[in-house]
């Protein structure tokens, strides 16, 4: 729970809990106090964690009610007080103080923090402004920053006198409700009751009947699947009873792993899954999660060979003791003759071994998510070993792997063919904030795909053999190219910027007059591509495409009410799906007349009837990104009333403080203002207006779901944890939820 909500419940603390939150403060004043007893500026400010030092000194001299440059435990508490308990009025001179940097309490009482002396006049509103925006992290031209001042300036003084009295600013925060009913300076985090730490959630999602629906394929695949592996365990012991007890485990684990080294294929056939996607069988079983089967089948093969190799340690051993063989010769040898092919079943069980744990190990989420990702690719392709070593390990493996694997060699060919057709090439560079990538490619005639399709791209010159999947987000109606965003989060990314950041051309080829016309046509683009940026370039780079492979965002157009939500780059999918919906929905106007109407060309398998687009970024330069795209599309929809939009746009920059900060109150109602007046967002220039922090996503999905627009599917790209936090969220108001996963 946020400490500004925690604070609305204070009010309301019996004597024993506001006795055990004193001593709660008292011991977090004297960590931070040391020895003295008395809290420096610098402490305070590394107590609340604020960034921008004007509000530390501001709420610092408020604090130190006798002006001895330092804060005392009663006035800690004295503050704390005010602002936890006191009357909304207490609160709202705390606040005027802080904007009022011209006003101080001559007197010397210490009434200070409980009256604001003066009067706020524009220049103090604008360094007060400008504060907000460093705290927010928000940058604007300083024009910018004039308007947002001029603009909650006039609001406020009702009055045209020049400066804005107490009254005039109590007056104006009474237009903005959710600031009243929270507001406090909820940096301070440090001072959470502990109690609050300790307050359990409730009953664990997982016994819940919301989740038992939501994840019913899911988990009915998973109890055939873990049937199956118990019928084939057991089979297979009851067949070599005669061996002993520890030799019944290693047949039981060995026949459940023919099955899962075939099975964890079959889940990884990207173009077969792809083709059933629409078929039937996408509603019986969960395609949509072929990854997370394939991580828990990669488990189960891991624990299956840890398993089976130990139940033959112990059988050797018992063997030794009785035997001609000692126990490293069973393992290390061809001696004792164990296996189908020349005795080599011990030596290639403890290679299978140790390549099977290196496998796991280089694909766990700390490989994939440092940077190392080449480290998770190559050592994936260890697989082909794998199956080779099998064949010759096992007697039996090869019944289990000979239908399987014809489709995984069939989709191989299939996949390098439609790869090396055609010269695909990189015609267009862009850029991006945030180290973002923006290829262009050539579109050849043969290739088609669906909104929210991904690609496994080659560029030969980056690197020979490496494939890396990512999203399409372009739209399939466009006909001449083809757009891929990519974020530099890895080697190969990193890489791909770093080529493209660099004017220069690299010359591979030693021919003198070839290299020359390049370096001459690439002038005459260079001098184009000034045009539109020194971030954006026209080039000729060779490149290679395999796919596309659908997702669980193909589901969208059978969707009713389709919720999208991008987390940073997660936005990919959905440009390419928000730019497809407006093609269809395209708006034409009446060459005789102003009439103008939705010429719906959807086909027979579109169901939506609204869409709620949310877009989560970190940053104010991320939204760079697709602006053009949203601004295009809120343009098609301009004439439209909101409660009657069919596409409606919810933008959120999490390192913007809330309304409900202190530090950030006057920016969100500025902003808001400005919104009004201008009719677009200042940090965006959408007519969306961005909303400061993390959606609250109960809010978000309650009112979606009081729209009755049909049922409602949540389809999400972005962080694993936030991903979680969403899909509780569906649990609870019954939502499809769909992830994005490749």
Same mark, same amino acid.
């Given at each position: 729970?946020?400490?500004?909500?925690?604070?609305?419940?204070?009010?309301?603390?019996?004597?024993?809990?506001?006795?055990?939150?004193?001593?709660?403060?008292?011991?977090?004043?004297?960590?931070?106090?040391?020895?003295?007893?008395?809290?420096?500026?610098?402490?305070?400010?590394?107590?609340?964690?604020?960034?921008?030092?004007?509000?530390?000194?501001?709420?610092?001299?408020?604090?130190?009610?006798?002006?001895?440059?330092?804060?005392?435990?009663?006035?800690?508490?004295?503050?704390?007080?005010?602002?936890?308990?006191?009357?909304?009025?207490?609160?709202?001179?705390?606040?005027?103080?802080?904007?009022?940097?011209?006003?101080?309490?001559?007197? *010397?009482? !210490?009434?200070? =923090?409980?009256?604001?002396?003066?009067? @706020?006049?524009?220049?103090? +509103? &604008?360094?007060? /402004?400008?504060?907000?925006?460093?705290?927010?992290?928000?940058?604007?031209?300083?024009?910018?920053?004039?308007?947002?001042?001029?603009?909650?300036?006039?609001?406020?003084?009702?009055?045209?006198?020049?400066?804005?009295?107490?009254?005039?600013?109590?007056?104006?925060?009474?237009?903005?409700?959710?600031?009243?009913?929270?507001?406090?300076?909820?940096?301070?985090?440090?001072?959470?009751?502990?109690?609050?730490?300790?307050?359990?959630?409730?009953?664990?999602?997982?016994?819940?009947?919301?989740?038992?629906?939501?994840?019913?394929?899911?988990?009915?695949?998973?109890?055939?699947?873990?049937?199956?592996?118990?019928?084939?365990?057991?089979?297979?012991?009851?067949?070599?009873?005669?061996?002993?007890?520890?030799?019944?485990?290693?047949? *039981?684990? !060995?026949?459940? =792993?023919?099955?899962?080294?075939?099975? @964890?294929?079959?889940?990884? +056939? &990207?173009?077969? /899954?792809?083709?059933?996607?629409?078929?039937?069988?996408?509603?019986?079983?969960?395609?949509?999660?072929?990854?997370?089967?394939?991580?828990?089948?990669?488990?189960?093969?891991?624990?299956?060979?840890?398993?089976?190799?130990?139940?033959?340690?112990?059988?050797?051993?018992?063997?030794?003791?009785?035997?001609?063989?000692?126990?490293?010769?069973?393992?290390?040898?061809?001696?004792?003759?164990?296996?189908?092919?020349?005795?080599?079943?011990?030596?290639?069980?403890?290679?299978?071994?140790?390549?099977?744990?290196?496998?796991?190990?280089?694909?766990?989420?700390?490989?994939?998510?440092?940077?190392?990702?080449?480290?998770?690719?190559?050592?994936?392709?260890?697989?082909?070993?794998?199956?080779?070593?099998?064949?010759?390990?096992?007697?039996?493996?090869?019944?289990?792997?000979?239908?399987?694997?014809?489709?995984?060699?069939?989709?191989?060919?299939?996949?390098?063919?439609?790869?090396?057709?055609?010269?695909?090439?990189?015609?267009?560079?862009?850029?991006?904030?945030?180290?973002?990538?923006?290829?262009?490619?050539?579109?050849?005639?043969?290739?088609?795909?669906?909104?929210?399709?991904?690609?496994?791209?080659?560029?030969?010159?980056?690197?020979?053999?490496?494939?890396?999947?990512?999203?399409?987000?372009?739209?399939?109606?466009?006909?001449?190219?083809?757009?891929?965003?990519?974020?530099?989060?890895?080697?190969?990314?990193?890489?791909?910027?770093?080529?493209?950041?660099?004017?220069?051309?690299?010359?591979?080829?030693?021919?003198?007059?070839?290299?020359?016309?390049?370096?001459?046509?690439?002038?005459?683009?260079?001098?184009?591509?000034?045009?539109?940026?020194?971030?954006?370039?026209?080039?000729?780079?060779?490149?290679?495409?395999?796919?596309?492979?659908?997702?669980?965002?193909?589901?969208?157009?059978?969707?009713?009410?389709?919720?999208?939500?991008?987390?940073?780059?997660?936005?990919?999918?959905?440009?390419?799906?928000?730019?497809?919906?407006?093609?269809?929905?395209?708006?034409?106007?009446?060459?005789?007349?102003?009439?103008?109407?939705?010429?719906?060309?959807?086909?027979?398998?579109?169901?939506?009837?609204?869409?709620?687009?949310?877009?989560?970024?970190?940053?104010?330069?991320?939204?760079?990104?697709?602006?053009?795209?949203?601004?295009?599309?809120?343009?098609?929809?301009?004439?439209?009333?909101?409660?009657?939009?069919?596409?409606?746009?919810?933008?959120?920059?999490?390192?913007?403080?809330?309304?409900?900060?202190?530090?950030?109150?006057?920016?969100?109602?500025?902003?808001?203002?400005?919104?009004?007046?201008?009719?677009?967002?200042?940090?965006?220039?959408?007519?969306?207006?961005?909303?400061?922090?993390?959606?609250?996503?109960?809010?978000?999905?309650?009112?979606?779901?009081?729209?009755?627009?049909?049922?409602?599917?949540?389809?999400?790209?972005?962080?694993?944890?936030?991903?979680?936090?969403?899909?509780?969220?569906?649990?609870?108001?019954?939502?499809?939820?769909?992830?994005?996963?490749?």
């Amino acid at each position: 729970m946020k400490y500004n909500e925690q604070l609305g419940c204070f009010s309301s603390m019996s004597l024993d809990e506001d006795a055990r939150w004193l001593d709660w403060v008292t011991n977090q004043f004297e960590s931070i106090a040391g020895d003295d007893q008395e809290i420096d500026l610098e402490e305070f400010k590394t107590a609340l964690k604020v960034k921008e030092s004007f509000f530390a000194e501001r709420f610092f001299a408020l604090f130190d009610s006798d002006g001895s440059s330092s804060i005392s435990l009663d006035e800690l508490l004295k503050a704390l007080d005010l602002l936890i308990h006191g009357s909304e009025t207490d609160k709202l001179k705390f606040l005027f103080q802080v904007y009022d940097v011209d006003g101080s309490d001559s007197s *010397g009482s !210490g009434d200070a =923090l409980l009256a604001g002396s003066g009067s @706020i006049d524009p220049d103090e +509103l &604008r360094t007060v /402004l400008k504060s907000c925006l460093r705290e927010s992290a928000i940058s604007l031209p300083e024009e910018k920053l004039d308007d947002l001042t001029l603009a909650l300036f006039e609001s406020a003084d009702k009055d045209n006198s020049g400066s804005i009295t107490f009254e005039e600013l109590k007056a104006e925060l009474e237009n903005f409700p959710e600031v009243m009913e929270n507001l406090t300076i909820s940096a301070a985090n440090w001072l959470k009751p502990p109690q609050e730490e300790q307050q359990k959630q409730g009953a664990p999602r997982y016994l819940t009947r919301a989740y038992w629906l939501n994840n019913s394929r899911k988990l009915l695949f998973l109890v055939l699947y873990t049937f199956l592996s118990v019928l084939l365990f057991i089979t297979a012991m009851m067949q070599h009873r005669p061996g002993g007890g520890w030799f019944m485990v290693a047949k *039981g684990c !060995g026949q459940c =792993l023919n099955f899962n080294c075939t099975f @964890i294929m079959v889940l990884m +056939l &990207r173009r077969f /899954l792809t083709w059933l996607r629409a078929t039937w069988v996408v509603r019986v079983l969960p395609l949509d999660q072929n990854i997370l089967l394939h991580q828990i089948v990669g488990y189960a093969i891991l624990c299956y060979t840890l398993v089976h190799t130990t139940a033959h340690i112990f059988n050797f051993v018992q063997l030794s003791q009785s035997g001609d063989y000692r126990l490293w010769e069973y393992l290390l040898t061809t001696r004792p003759g164990i296996g189908w092919v020349k005795g080599t079943a011990s030596l290639t069980g403890v290679v299978l071994q140790l390549v099977i744990c290196l496998m796991v190990l280089c694909s766990s989420t700390f490989v994939r998510r440092s940077g190392h990702f080449e480290v998770f690719y190559w050592s994936h392709l260890s697989y082909m070993w794998i199956w080779s070593l099998l064949m010759v390990h096992c007697a039996n493996f090869w019944k289990w792997f000979v239908f399987p694997g014809l489709l995984f060699l069939l989709e191989k060919i299939v996949g390098l063919a439609v790869s090396r057709m055609g010269g695909l090439y990189v015609v267009e560079v862009n850029l991006l904030p945030s180290k973002v990538t923006h290829l262009v490619i050539k579109r050849p005639q043969f290739f088609h795909f669906k909104p929210g399709d991904y690609v496994y791209i080659n560029i030969p010159t980056i690197a020979k053999y490496e494939w890396h999947p990512f999203t399409i987000s372009s739209a399939p109606e466009q006909s001449e190219s083809l757009w891929l965003h990519i974020r530099s989060m890895g080697q190969w990314t990193n890489r791909l910027y770093e080529y493209f950041r660099q004017p220069e051309s690299r010359d591979l080829n030693p021919k003198r007059l070839e290299a020359s016309l390049r370096t001459r046509r690439q002038r005459r683009k260079a001098q184009v591509s000034a045009k539109f940026g020194e971030n954006h370039r026209f080039c000729n780079i060779k490149c290679y495409i395999d796919g596309p492979y659908g997702t669980p965002t193909r589901q969208i157009f059978t969707s009713e009410h389709a919720v999208l939500i991008g987390a940073g780059i997660g936005i990919t999918p959905f440009a390419s799906i928000l730019q497809s919906i407006m093609y269809r929905m395209r708006k034409q106007n009446c060459p005789s007349c102003n009439y103008s109407w939705c010429e719906n060309i959807k086909d027979s398998e579109m169901k939506l009837r609204k869409v709620d687009f949310i877009w989560i970024n970190r940053d104010q330069k991320s939204f760079e990104w697709f602006v053009s795209l949203l601004t295009k599309l809120e343009m098609d929809q301009a004439d439209e009333e909101p409660e009657g939009r069919f596409l409606e746009m919810h933008m959120y920059m999490t390192s913007a403080l809330s309304k409900n900060d202190m530090k950030a109150i006057g920016l969100q109602m500025a902003l808001d203002l400005l919104a009004k007046k201008e009719k677009k967002d200042s940090i965006t220039g959408l007519r969306t207006r961005t909303q400061p922090g993390r959606p609250e996503w109960g809010k978000v999905f309650q009112k979606m779901s009081e729209e009755n627009k049909g049922k409602v599917h949540v389809f999400y790209c972005g962080s694993t944890a936030l991903a979680k936090v969403i899909k509780a969220q569906c649990e609870v108001f019954s939502f499809n939820f769909y992830k994005e996963n490749f």
